[in-house]
């Protein structure tokens, strides 16, 4: 896989304080997601929150930013692990409440995280592969985003607020698209698999048929 991407030369204390910042995103995004849940908050963010667009998007900037694709995997396992800890740890203590379901999707994608990871890694490399890769978390940013039409907020009188998670989500596309591309002819291929994934996507409902009564991804 050199012929890809080659990985970064990084000494132990390197790697080390990256967990070591993984881990510190993952707490602190975790206490914003328990913070936005809270009764009376900006449904805007909760709603943010609750969707798999934001949690893909720092995720797929922290492997993509890595020293090399085994780092990746080993950041991001710390990263969603870290954040769901904290979380439903205040959860079921503080408030005594158990969303088992919620628990166990959410679990489930800390498991699959790590090999989500070191593929992702790829994307910052040369070939299609690479491109395909890249285009990955922007199919799933363009179809989610678009899908919020649709979306359920708490209080009815609050669907004006859709255009803005909509924007949220179209900024978290156009900074992916930035930063993850290497040069312009890459961007350009992104770009095109991405919208062509997203198409299809959207066409098949394939969000709503893999989380359907999934209220926070629908």
């Known amino acids: 896989m050199n012929q890809i991407r080659v990985k970064s030369e990084s000494t132990t204390k390197q790697k080390v304080v990256s967990i070591g910042y993984a881990m510190l995103i993952g707490v602190i995004m975790g206490v914003a997601a328990k913070i936005v849940d809270a009764p009376g ?17 720092v995720a797929a900037l922290i492997a993509v930013f890595s020293y090399s694709p085994k780092l990746a995997a080993v950041k991001i396992f710390i990263f ?10 205040y959860t079921v203590l503080f408030l005594h409440f158990s969303p088992d379901k919620v628990m166990f999707f959410w679990g489930i994608c800390a498991v699959v995280s790590p090999i989500c990871a070191y593929i992702m890694w790829y994307a910052r490399g040369n070939g299609l592969l690479s491109n395909v890769v890249a285009a990955l978390p922007i199919t799933l940013l363009l179809s989610e985003g678009f899908q919020l039409r649709h979306a359920y907020l708490p209080i ?10 909509m924007i949220i989500y179209l900024i978290m596309i156009v900074v992916l698209l930035l930063i993850i591309p ?23 409902n394939v969000l709503g048929r893999i989380f359907g009564g999934m209220n926070g991804v629908l």
């Open 182 to 204: 290497i040069n312009k002819k890459q961007f350009l291929s992104i770009l095109s698999i991405a919208v062509i994934l997203s198409f299809i996507m959207i066409y098949f």
């Open 156 to 165: 009815h009188t609050h669907y004006y607020l859709i255009p803005v998670l």
């Open 80 to 89: 969603f692990g870290s954040m769901l800890t904290v979380y439903y740890v």
């Open 41 to 57: 908050f900006n449904p805007v963010f909760d709603d943010i929150g609750g969707r798999l667009g934001v949690w893909i998007f």
